[in-house]
């Protein structure tokens, strides 16, 4: 079975910090785009950030690169999230999703049947 355990979210102020976790297990393709998919209420559904369970390859949605940076612990089977720099407009249920492709631009576009999500965790962010 697999399972996908998010953790993280809060609240936080402009200009704060936060960091996500993304805990993986059960997982048996050879490659997933392991990350982030954001949803705030009004706005489309976001790929924010994913990094490849294969090689490492990582991508950054344009509206956050260079304030987040993606990781992954192989050992501990987790994907982490460091969030700076946040701003109001990062203000969303963020949700991590293990898709079987391959990590880059388009990430969670067409997610099927055989890609798999976490629960969701709240981030906001005060002005």
């Known amino acids: 079975e697999v399972q996908l355990q998010a953790s993280g979210g809060g609240l936080v102020q402009t200009g704060g910090s936060l960091r996500l976790a993304c805990a993986a297990s059960?997982?048996?393709?050879?490659?997933?785009?392991i990350g982030w998919v954001r949803q705030a209420p009004g706005k489309e559904r976001e790929g924010v950030s994913c990094i490849s369970s294969k090689d490492g390859r990582t991508y950054y949605a344009d509206s956050v690169s260079g304030r987040f940076t993606i990781s992954s612990n192989n050992a501990k089977n987790t994907v982490y999230l460091q969030m700076n720099s946040l701003e109001p407009e990062d203000t969303a249920v963020y949700y991590c999703l293990a898709e079987r492709t391959r990590c880059g631009p388009g990430y969670s576009d067409y997610v099927s049947e055989d890609d798999y999500w976490g629960q969701g965790t709240l981030v906001t962010v005060s002005s």
């Open positions: 059960g997982l048996t393709a050879d490659e997933y785009a």
